[in-house]
């Protein structure tokens, strides 16, 4: 279970502007954390919400927005997720919320990217299978998307989709450069996994 | 998004103010087979070309059978500015969206993709489905990226639905978690004695009021469109004087089954040269 963020895992970033709609901004996963205790400019931290909306197009019923909009500022403030909250994440989302954080601890959660601006996140999943999920809307890979969230909408995300979300919270996300056409590449590669 | 065809339907004018930057969301523009779809996409990207808003990227299957004549906003900038590409295939067009990074063309501000019925005529599953919406999203998102404090990318994809039930749309469910936005086409039976008369009701989202306009296409291919009746009453007096000049574009309609236009075929030497695929 994670109480606390990796800060070392974030490998820095070059200083870009703020992207408006497509989701899951770079800020989010830039700078590496500063020690506990140091004062942090609080307008260059978004809030959850702001993480949630700018993450996905698809929007997440409000509730899920206040409790990841809660997390946010609990890690910022105590660099730990509550035990009450961890209780609200569990009630929500139900097993994933478990085996989401799980992944998160294992810093699954990687976001790539190519020199055009364009980004994708793999989640390598707890079975060894790479997920690949994408950055502006919510939509995985992986078979319980498909089943559990889009056929028989018993879940709002997936497992993986929910570690994006918390990763960006905990600032834990890997990143990976490729080039433009490794990107096409790997945008296509999903689709023939699927077949 | 959704106001790219807004913007149509309101005879240019954009939602309300502040709006014009906000394409709203992404939208589905659900009707019959020969509804209009075609008429209704081509005028929202002449009408975001025409504004200067940007290039415009148009998909379709195949070219489109006729172009519009002699609407101004056509003859300055649709040429220039609207992009067909014809990916044949579910396949093609995920190759296209997935490499909409690598493309060195200028950025999009509009995304139309005509015919999703036809791509989803191969049958792909559940996952494929999702996986074609969720990049178009992302190609959205992508593009809107590119275009920085400039503007946003919107997203119109038209889908032919069989008969005026839903039921035989595969996945339309699942099409509709993507796109919250949705603008129907129905047949009007209260048309104008012979002409051509259609229903367009719009809803950006669950909890935004449904809007809907009157589209009629006269004997020479013009297309008019004018808020349904029902609702020009509730306009605000200056609404009713500006949309009381209903729109007016001329527009090849060759998903119409009558009247018969005098313009399909006119222009069709023009579209497949444009073809960049």
């Known amino acids: ?195 | 998004m959704a106001e790219a065809l807004r913007r149509v339907l309101n005879a240019g004018r954009a939602a309300g103010p502040g709006e014009d930057s906000n394409p709203g969301p992404p939208l589905l523009l659900l009707g019959a087979p020969r509804s209009a779809q075609t008429s209704l996409l081509f005028a929202a990207a002449l009408e975001a070309a025409g504004e200067g808003r940007g290039p415009v990227l148009f998909l379709t299957r195949r070219p489109l059978q006729s172009l519009p004549l002699s609407t101004p906003a056509a003859r300055d900038h649709w040429r220039l500015q609207i992009r067909f590409q014809y990916p044949s295939s579910i396949q093609e067009l995920l190759q296209l969206l997935a490499s909409a990074h690598e493309a060195p063309a200028p950025v999009p501000s509009l995304l139309l993709l005509d015919g999703l019925e036809e791509y989803l005529a191969e049958d792909p599953g559940t996952q494929d489905t999702a996986y074609l919406a969720a990049l178009l999203l992302d190609t959205a998102a992508y593009f809107s990226h590119r275009l920085g404090a400039s503007g946003n990318c919107g997203l119109v994809v038209a889908l032919e639905t069989q008969k005026e039930a839903d039921g035989d749309v595969p996945h339309l469910a699942l099409l509709q978690r993507y796109f919250p936005a949705q603008c129907r086409l129905q047949p009007d039976a209260l048309g104008l004695g012979q002409h051509c008369c259609l229903r367009a009701s719009l809803e950006t989202g669950k909890l935004s009021p449904r809007t809907e306009w009157s589209v009629t296409f006269l004997p020479g291919g013009e297309m008019k469109i004018t808020p349904w009746p029902a609702q020009a009453s509730k306009l605000s007096p200056d609404q009713n004087c500006s949309s009381a000049g209903s729109q007016s574009l001329t527009l090849g309609c060759d998903n119409l089954p009558s009247p018969r236009f005098p313009l399909d075929g006119i222009l069709t030497s023009g579209t497949g040269a444009d073809s960049k695929t």
């Open chain 1, 1 to 195: 279970m994670p109480t606390r963020p990796h800060s070392s895992t974030s490998r820095g970033w070059p200083g870009t502007p703020r992207l408006s709609a497509c989701a899951m901004t770079r800020d989010d996963v830039t700078p590496p954390r500063p020690a506990f205790g140091l004062p942090r400019a609080k307008s260059s931290q978004p809030t959850g919400r702001e993480v949630v909306r700018r993450a996905m197009a698809v929007t997440l019923p409000e509730v899920v927005e206040e409790l990841l909009s809660e997390i946010a500022a609990a890690v910022r403030d105590s660099a730990r997720i509550p035990d009450e909250l961890l209780l609200s994440l569990k009630f929500v989302f139900g097993s994933s919320a478990i085996q989401a954080l799980d992944l998160v601890d294992r810093e699954s959660v990687t976001l790539i990217s190519s020199p055009s601006g364009r980004r994708v996140y793999q989640v390598l999943g707890s079975s060894g299978t790479t997920y690949t999920c994408l950055a502006s809307c919510h939509y995985c890979s992986c078979p319980a998307f498909s089943f559990s969230v889009l056929r028989k909408s018993d879940s709002l995300l997936c497992k993986h989709l929910l570690a994006i979300y918390l990763s960006q919270l905990l600032r834990n996300c890997q990143q990976l450069s490729v080039s433009d056409k490794q990107l096409t590449d790997l945008l296509l590669m999903e689709r023939t996994q699927e077949a």
